[in-house]
């Protein structure tokens, strides 16, 4: 045999052997990663599970984001327990060290908030416009009395949760921004009850004179 072409014969024989050759290359160590499976962006995890691919776009259970502040870590469940509780939440923002920009507040609470409850913070928003609006259901009125009572920690459940008719705000608003939010509101509920604490005094005062 002309020694070119034996060597060209060896050469093809050592590439289809280095190829497989139509045969099993063996078992993958990781096959998630050796067979890349592709999906739909927006797919539901339920299909994503049908076929094989376990992935539910959620943390693991425990852990913290390196982006989350650990002093606004929220770890209460979405249920009745988890609402009873969120009373005796504390806003981290109430601590001596703790800064709050009220502009910032204010302006968060106008962009995500104030269609719905208004910008007064009386429940007439634009969505509802004294039931003028799209929304039949009127919205939370901040300044009743129910509303002035309500614990801050359990606003902040709402406001992650959602309650009602008003979805969740956890993916629009960070827990810092939250707690800011509220903080807000409670600065203005605050505002109005200063006023109706005072006249009281005022009278008895002009009765004794």
């Known amino acids: 045999m002309n020694k070119k072409l034996y060597i060209a014969v060896l050469f093809l024989g050592a590439v289809a052997a280095g190829c497989g050759a139509g045969k099993d290359p063996g078992i993958a ?6 067979y890349s499976r592709a999906y739909e962006t927006y797919a539901s995890t339920a299909a994503l599970k049908d076929s094989g691919v376990h992935y539910d776009r959620l943390p693991v259970a425990g852990t913290v984001s390196r982006e989350d502040d650990l002093a606004f870590h929220f770890d209460l469940k979405h249920d009745s327990t988890g609402y009873a509780l969120s009373a005796n939440l504390k806003n981290p923002l109430d601590s001596a060290a703790a800064t709050i920009n009220m502009k910032e507040a204010e302006r968060l609470y106008l962009i995500n908030c104030a269609i719905c409850h208004g910008d007064k913070l009386d429940g007439n928003g634009p969505l509802f416009k004294g039931g003028d609006g799209p929304y039949s259901a009127a919205p939370k009125n901040f300044m009743d009395a129910e509303m002035i009572a309500m614990a801050p920690g359990t606003m902040f459940y709402s406001v992650t949760y959602g309650k009602g008719q008003m979805g969740s705000y956890a993916s629009q608003l960070s827990p810092r921004q939250r707690w800011e939010v509220i903080t807000y509101i409670k600065s203005k509920q605050q505002q109005k009850a200063a006023p109706a604490a005072a006249a009281p ?4 005062t002009a009765a004794t004179n």
């Open 29 to 34: 160590y990781m096959p998630d990663m050796f």
């Open 201 to 204: 005094a005022d009278s008895s």
